[in-house]
């Protein structure tokens, strides 16, 4: 089985569905060998960075064999080494030939790509990217607490409702856009799904047929799978707080997508190619 990923990799959506939507958390996967082929990739983002991190490490739980071929342009392979992701790769048992790539400290990189497993490990990493933020000097002051307020949402919101046999994966990057300055946290979780998440609650199941409605659903206020009173305030009030100008918000899970932002009249959503788990990406300009 082989995914070749684009030059220009954003996000899953831009993979071929053929082979990226067989689903690497389903009994049925099983492989003798996965290629993650990224040798033509000029170009990666945040969200892409995070599909490749989950799919292979998910893959490599049911195939015999799981690599990474990693991009022919070297600046690319040191943009991903200095986030941690080859590391974390290796570490699960994913073969990743790195061979001669250097190791470096990307000055952009506010939180590098870093697992968690639970509240207490989102509230350290909260508290180390705001400490960053304040000794960077990256865009305004006032920014940093909402960049790592929201980071801290998203990630527990992985935590309490994933069930991620691999745990939640984040990252939070500064970049410099054609457009402006921003700061993109990215975070995301190898679990059963947002639908999946809703459908436990007897009162949403049918509303609630594919991953795009269940994304749209749960993005309102007091929406859980849990079914209780007091939850279901963090992912609304995220969405609430993105509606503001300057910022986005995008959750990919399944074969849904729904972006969140302040230009648009209501939240745009889609069908798209696999994402094996949840992914929520916010963009906040500074």
């Not at 590098?112 to 304040?134: C, G, Q």
């Not at 309102?220 to 009030?237: A, F, K, N, P, S």
Request: contains cysteine.
């Amino acid at each position: 089985m082989n995914i070749t990923t684009p030059a220009d990799f954003y996000h899953a959506g831009l993979l071929s569905p053929r082979d990226a939507s067989r689903d690497p958390r389903e009994p049925s996967f099983r492989e003798d060998l996965v290629d993650i082929d990224m040798r033509a990739c000029e170009f990666v983002r945040p969200a892409a960075v995070l599909w490749c991190a989950i799919y292979p490490m998910l893959a490599a739980r049911r195939a015999r064999q799981c690599r990474l071929l990693v991009p022919e342009n070297v600046g690319v392979c040191v943009y991903l080494k200095s986030l941690g992701l080859f590391g974390m790769l290796q570490e699960v048992g994913v073969e990743v030939d790195d061979r001669g790539i250097r190791d470096q400290v990307n000055p952009q990189s506010i939180l590098p790509l870093t697992r968690f497993f639970s509240a207490d490990d989102v509230e350290n990493l909260a508290e180390t990217a705001l400490d960053t933020l304040s000794q960077a000097g990256l865009g305004s002051a006032n920014i940093h607490p909402i960049v790592s307020e929201a980071f801290a949402e998203l990630a527990l919101n992985a935590v309490q409702h994933a069930e991620s046999p691999i745990g939640g994966l984040g990252l939070i990057q500064f970049y410099q856009f054609e457009r402006g300055k921003r700061f993109i946290c990215a975070v995301a979780d190898g679990g059963i799904g947002i639908r999946r998440a809703l459908e436990r609650n007897p009162a949403l199941r049918d509303s609630v047929p594919y991953d795009w409605d269940a994304i749209k659903l749960a993005l309102r206020e007091r929406v859980t799978g849990t079914g209780e009173r007091t939850r279901g305030i963090g992912l609304y009030g995220i969405a609430q707080d993105m509606r503001q100008t300057g910022r986005q918000l995008i959750i990919h899970s399944g074969q849904g997508t729904v972006s969140v932002s302040s230009g648009d009249a209501e939240d745009q959503s889609q069908r798209t190619t696999l994402f094996p788990g949840t992914l929520a990406y916010v963009s906040i300009a500074t």
